[in-house]
């Protein structure tokens, strides 16, 4: 089956850390880009992170530019978000993506979506 898997999540303060994770199955991610979005109570869904195929290249979303880090691991076939310095507006669900396409902003194109998790922080 072809999948995202996601894992990491849950309940922080303000100032604290989380790491994210979302594993591939049934396909190899390290042939799509890799993508993190959050959707926040009330807002629309919107990117967080990108990591591009070769040439790798990553993308943040500017609210979050020297906090978060978004990485892949293709021995695991994973990617990862990297969350510090966390704060009440980054609270949200967030879901990983894979596009084949690259780091694309129409998300209906990117082809795989994990199922998302719950990132609350609390001041």
């Known amino acids: 089956q072809l999948q995202l898997v996601q894992s990491g999540g849950g309940v922080v303060q303000s100032g604290g850390s989380l790491r994210l994770s979302c594993e591939a199955s049934?396909?190899?991610?390290?042939?799509?880009?890799g993508g993190w979005f959050r959707e926040a109570p009330g807002k629309e869904r919107e990117v967080v992170s990108c990591?591009?195929?070769?040439?790798?290249?990553?993308y943040y979303v500017d609210s979050v530019k020297g906090r978060f880090t978004i990485s892949r691991d293709n021995a695991n076939n994973t990617v990862y978000l990297e969350m510090n310095s966390l704060k009440p507006e980054d609270a949200g669900v967030y879901y990983c993506?894979?596009?084949?396409?690259?780091?694309?902003?129409?998300?209906?194109?990117?082809?795989?979506w994990g199922r998302g998790t719950q990132v609350t922080v609390s001041s």
């Open positions: 990591i591009s195929i070769s040439p790798e290249m990553l």
């Open positions: 049934g396909f190899t991610l390290d042939e799509y880009a």
């Open positions: 993506a894979a596009s084949v396409l690259g780091c694309i902003a129409d998300m209906r194109r990117w082809k795989f």
